[in-house]
């Protein structure tokens, strides 16, 4: 019942910016933390940025002053911009999302939901 659909990736020479959008769709009663990860070959996945729905952001020590999380409450949208990007920075990002999911019955349920990944190739 819901989708998380990312875009924006691709390749970027060192130094220069990427934007991520990542939209939730389907029977969504509310969204609450929402985020970026990503996972390079060879290693497993990590935290890259996270914001709460009142705004409150958190990043990892490696991203931190050159990457941007947000979000649109309205448009159950989060976008990342990375800035100064490095070759290091090179994954697939996955978009995520904590969401509470309605049903026609009358009931609700709280799941962890994942976007399909948009690669992202910064190089030297």
């Known amino acids: 019942q819901v989708q998380l659909v990312e875009s924006g990736g691709g390749l970027v020479q060192a130094g220069g910016s990427l934007r991520l959008s990542c939209a939730a769709s389907?029977?969504?009663?509310?969204?609450?933390?929402m985020g970026w990860y990503r996972q390079a070959p060879g290693k497993q996945r990590e935290l890259v940025a996270t914001i709460t729905s009142g705004g409150s952001t958190d990043y990892a020590d490696s991203v931190k002053g050159r990457f941007t999380i947000s979000r649109d409450n309205t448009k159950n949208t989060v976008w990342l911009q990375m800035n100064s990007l490095k070759p290091e920075d090179t994954a697939v990002y996955y978009c995520n999302a904590d969401i509470v999911v309605y049903y026609s019955g009358g009931s609700y349920r709280r799941s962890d939901y994942w976007g399909q990944g948009t690669q992202v190739t910064v190089s030297s």
């Open positions: 389907g029977s969504i009663f509310i969204i609450n933390d």
